[in-house]
Each structure stands twice: as C-alpha cells, then as structure tokens.
C-alpha cells in the first residue's frame, strides 16, 4: 500500500492551464481559504459594528488613519456620500475607538461631487480634494477651505510638497505649505496623444506617474522652477500597458504593487515594472474587462473601480465582476494568490489597517452600503440587521496522476476544529476519480474542539488520477486541515 500526502497548502491559487505544472501545494480553484498556522483554514468574516451611517444614508468612499484622535493619537476619518447616486454630498466622519462614528464638526461638512477624493495628510493637517469643489482641510477639530488648492482628486505628498495632477500636467505646491501653488510649479509629460495621468505616488526614488498607457519617474529633492533640478524618467512598461486602476497602489513588503487590465505588476526601483500575477491569469481574465469601467471621466468612481489596500503585511484588491464582488489576496510572502468574498454586496471595498486601543484590525466601508465594518474573528457574515450568512469555504487540489490503473482505497485527514457550535462541525472531503463527478463524504467536527483529530473516509474507486476537495458552508464554524493522506494500491500490473 502506498501514500499520497498533502502536508502543505501554502502554495496558494494556480489557475494558470499552461506549463509549469501545479506543484502539489497549489490549488485550482479555492474559496474563502487560506493558509494559516501551516494549515488549510477558512477566512474571517467582516462585521457590521456601526449602524449610525444606515439612518444617515451614507456610502463611505474613502478612508483614511490619521495622527489627529485621542486613541492613541489614532483616529480613523472618512468621506461618504450622502443621498441619493444622483443628487448627493459628501461628509466628513471620523472614529476614535473603533466602534462609533461621529461627525467631524457639529454640522456636518458638505462637499458635492461623484469621485473617489485623495485624503492625506501633511504639516498636521488632513487634506481632503474631491476634484469638484474647493478643497478642505481638517486639523481634528474644524474642517475649513483651501482656496489656493487645485481642484483635482489625483493628488501625493511627496519630499515636503503636495502635488496634483489632472490631463498630462503635474502642479506642485510651495514647499512645506500646501495652501500656496505658484503658477509655475508644473510640468507636462509629454506622453503619446491621447496618454493622461490617472494617479500618482510617492516613492522613495521619486514621484511615480502612471498613465493610462506608460509609467514616469519624476526625479528630484528641490522642485524650484528658477533652478530646475528635476526631471522625468521613463519607466519600461509592455506594449499594450493598459492601467485605469489608481486605488489599487499600494506598497506590500516593501514593493510597490499595482493592478492593471492585464494583471498585477510590481515596482522595486529603476526604471523596470515586473509581472507578478501570472499564476492566476485566467482568473485575471475573467475578472478585468474595460468594457465596465468608464474610461471617458477623469475622475475615479467609487462604485465600480478596483481597490486595495494591506492588512497584517496581506494584499486585498476588492474587484467588481459583472454584479459581483471579488477579493484578490497575496499573502506576507508575496508570492501566493487566494480568493476571499466576506462580502455585503457588488461594491468595491474601501478599507484601512488601524490599532484604535484594541490591536490592530481592518475596518472598511461600502460606497453601496451605509455599513462600517471591522474583519474580526467570526466566521459569519453579519449586517446590522437580519440573519448572518456562514461563509463559504472550499479548496481543490490538483490532479495526481497515477502510473496506471489504481485502486484508491480510503483518505486520514488530520485536522483541528477551532469553534464549538452546538450541532454543527461537518467538514465535508469529496473526490474526483479520472476527473469524474465529486463524490462527497462527511467529516465529524462534532467534538474535539482545539486538538488535532484524525478522521478516515473509505473512498473504495479505482481509476488513474484522483483530485480532492474540502468544503464547509456553516455559521460559526471553521476548521485547520494540517495533512490529508490518500492511500492506495496499484493494480498487480504496475506492482
């Protein structure tokens, strides 16, 4: 008798159908997995943990973690729109705790317009620019105008100036005092026709421009048009470079990552950008299309475009496919993909990591919903109101291929049941035979809460390949698969 183990599940998702080979660690398809502790675990769930914005109808756009609260000089501000997809304003909220909103003044500020607004802040001061109205400034307290500040929502703080961009034009501000934009402190790129700017971010090799079909570097210590110091570089990028997505930059494990039409790239320095999500390109495929994303507006949508955002060294990238929502994971290795929808509804997520006094934790928002969540350590999906729904959770393995005809006589699966449901606790194990229907057995979690249980299912077949698949749809419950083995015996023939 012979074994087939699979001990290690960190290899992530490989939808890829050309070579190389799945290792044995990978998966085909997997949902709502991950691996965690060395082992097969099913994700957490976001929460609802405010209802205030549901009776005030506001849909948060953009979050932002600031030093301006009194939680640990923490304090979480975001804009929403309040109103209706057609005739709206946006107002200014923020949280000290984590677990209440309030209004940064007792009037709420009113701002109009549809895009995702910059947000960040500089000399102690969050600057919020929505690429409509007059930009604002908030210094914990008041919330007041800034005249001088271009009305643009592509915006960076980059070597003590502001900078914003809007077309193929960059503007930057006085230095160290972003309410002053002398007429000359701009540059254009000269890009092919038809190229603008959709964002732009700070590096510590200079200011990143993406554009819509090429990448500048723009160089510099000191942006003083009378002793012009600075220049542009460009950046290598493919032929059919294709990037609409400025939510979606963010730094992960020290490189700068970004999402185009095409898939995930990342940028470490120089002048060269490298393709990282190759193992899941037919998933790209089917998640990207342009055909749903308005290229005409040079303003960002809150309800449709892309976003990312880092939690406990993990990049999420919330996508929206067709009426549903997808979030894209690489995990702190920086080299694995996963699959996780905790979500509420066909929105983009808007997320920020913050420690409010009770460790670190993601909260997020919906611009479709009036929901401020927090992913915590159920396993539920829960709205503020009505019944919550149980995640659910499957992973697929590879094909094993075998040197002949085979008898696959049963399945050890070793694993550790975290949470105690009355009732609940069925893991179910499935195989697939030469690629055939699944065929399902029911794993007993009933008992055994928090050790390591090993359960033996017969699977009895015979064939010349075998695939498996773990599954668990429960509410509350979640499960660790550290190893399952198959064992088996080749038919006298191949012996």
Not at 1 to 29: C, W, Y
Not at 175 to 183: A, E, G, R, S, V
Not at 294 to 303: S, V
Request: hydrophobic content about 40%; aromatic content about 12%; proline content about 3%.
């Amino acid at each position: 008798m012979k074994t087939l183990a699979i001990n290690d599940f960190k290899g992530g998702r490989n939808s890829k159908v050309s070579s190389p080979m799945l290792e044995k660690n990978q998966s085909l398809d997997q949902w709502n997995t991950w691996c965690e502790n060395g082992a097969l675990s099913k994700r957490r769930a976001w929460t609802s943990i405010d209802s205030t914005l549901v009776g005030e109808a506001v849909h948060i756009l953009k979050m932002c973690l600031t030093n301006l609260g009194a939680n640990g000089a923490n304090r979480i501000v975001m804009m929403g729109r309040h109103g209706s997809t057609t005739s709206y304003h946006t107002h200014i909220a923020y949280t000290d705790n984590g677990t209440s909103l309030a209004w940064c003044e007792g009037t709420p500020t009113v701002l109009s317009g549809a895009s995702v607004p910059f947000m960040g802040m500089f000399a102690g001061y969050l600057y919020v620019s929505d690429g409509v109205n007059t930009a604002v400034r908030y210094d914990g307290t008041t919330v007041s105008t800034v005249a001088a500040f271009p009305v643009q929502s592509k915006c960076a703080v980059h070597k003590n100036y502001m900078f914003s961009a809007k077309g193929r034009t960059l503007k930057w501000s006085d230095i160290n005092d972003p309410t002053t934009w002398p007429t000359n402190n701009f540059q254009n790129v000269n890009a092919e026709a038809g190229d603008v700017i959709i964002a732009i971010k700070s590096t510590g090799n200079g200011l990143l421009v993406f554009m819509r079909h090429s990448m500048y570097l723009f160089v510099g210590d000191v942006f003083d048009p009378i002793d012009a110091q600075y220049y542009l570089q460009r950046i290598d990028t493919p032929s059919d470079f294709n990037f609409l997505f400025g939510q979606t930059i963010v730094t992960h494990m020290g490189v700068l990552k970004f999402l185009t039409v095409d898939g995930w790239y990342a940028y470490v320095g120089g002048t060269q950008i490298v393709k990282i999500s190759d193992p899941i390109q037919t998933d790209v495929d089917t998640l990207l299309s342009t055909a749903v994303y308005d290229t005409t507006n040079d303003l960002e949508l809150p309800d449709k475009f892309p976003k990312a955002f880092v939690y406990k060294n993990t990049m999420y990238c919330s996508v929206l496919v067709s009426t549903s929502r997808r979030i894209v994971v690489q995990d702190e290795r920086g080299a694995w993909w996963w699959f996780v929808d905790n979500s509420y509804a066909a929105s983009p997520l808007e997320a920020v990591s913050a420690n409010m006094g009770s460790g670190e934790k993601l909260y997020g928002g919906l611009p479709g919903y009036s929901y401020f969540l927090t992913l915590d350590t159920g396993y539920n999906l829960a709205p503020p109101t009505g019944t919550a729904t149980a995640l659910t959770t499957y992973w697929i393995s590879k094909d094993f291929n075998m040197p002949g005809e085979t008898q696959f006589l049963y399945a050890d699966i070793f694993l550790k049941k975290q949470t105690a449901v009355a009732g609940l606790g069925t893991l179910v194990f499935s195989v697939s035979i030469d690629g055939a229907t699944f065929i399902d057995f029911n794993v007993d979690m009933m008992t055994g809460v928090g050790t390591i249980l090993k359960k033996r299912v017969p699977i009895m077949r015979m064939g010349r390949s075998i695939r498996v698949k773990v599954y668990n749809a429960e509410l509350g419950v979640t499960f660790e698969i550290y190893e399952i083995q198959v064992s088996y015996n080749l038919t006298e023939a191949m012996r």
